[in-house]
Each structure stands twice: as structure tokens, then as C-alpha cells.
């Protein structure tokens, strides 16, 4: 098992930043690969940013490239979102997720994750 546990979110304002955390704990050494993924109110969840733990390669959804860098500490067991230039449609709760799955790469849907963290709300004021 592997436990997630989000935070950084709040409320900016139209072109602030935030920095989003998703600290791992549990079998982490079984994680292949992070993702960040956000549900927007009424609005399915969608796939925002990828990374491996290994080497750090980085996998983003088109929109947001750009504004949004997903890092990691393997010290720390710690992915980081660094949200940029933040517009009010980003408004959302963003979730993380960790797959062991090599096979899923660049892991941009729901199905490759094995495991989810509790989310954290985003919200951003015109």
C-alpha cells in the first residue's frame, strides 16, 4: 500500500502561484511514476502532469505546459506541482496518484494509477 497526502492548495488570485505537495509514504520503492490530476465543480477529473521517480521525466497535459512544473524529492518521497500564472478556470481540486505500473507511461488516465491521495482544493479569484 501506498498512502498520498496532498496540500499547498488555496485561494490566489488571477496570475499567482502555488506549490502543490504529495507526500508518499507506505511502499513508495513499489511507485514507477506520479501523476497530478484536478476535477473542476461539474466537470469530469482530467490528467494535468506525470513524472517517474527515477529519473524525473515529465509528462504534461498540452494546456497547461508552460505554467505548471511537476518536480520530485526522492529524499523526501515528495512530488511537487508548481502552479503558475494562475487563471480562474484552474479553480479545482487536484488530486495526486502513484502507479507501480511501468507499462502505463506517460500515465495520463484515472486506469493507470494504483493509488490516490485525498485532494486538495485550488481556488483562483478574477
Known amino acids: 500500500q501506498v498512502q498520498l497526502v496532498e496540500s499547498g492548495g488555496g485561494l490566489v488570485q488571477a496570475g499567482g502561484s502555488l506549490r502543490l505537495s504529495c507526500a508518499a509514504s507506505?511502499?513508495?520503492?513499489?511507485?514507477?511514476?506520479m501523476g497530478w490530476f484536478r476535477q473542476a465543480p461539474g466537470k469530469e477529473r482530467e490528467f494535468v502532469a506525470a513524472?517517474?521517480?527515477?529519473?524525473?521525466?515529465?509528462y504534461y497535459q498540452e494546456y497547461i505546459k508552460g505554467r505548471f512544473t511537476c518536480s520530485r524529492d526522492n529524499a523526501k518521497n515528495t512530488v511537487y506541482l508548481q502552479l503558475n500564472s494562475l487563471k480562474p478556470e484552474d479553480t479545482a481540486v487536484y488530486y495526486c496518484a502513484a502507479t507501480s505500473r511501468r507499462s502505463t507511461w506517460p500515465a495520463s488516465e484515472d486506469s493507470d494509477y494504483d493509488y490516490w491521495g485525498q485532494g486538495t482544493q485550488v481556488t483562483i479569484s478574477s
Open positions: 507506505g511502499r513508495t520503492f513499489s511507485s514507477y511514476a
Open positions: 513524472i517517474t521517480w527515477l529519473a524525473g521525466v515529465t
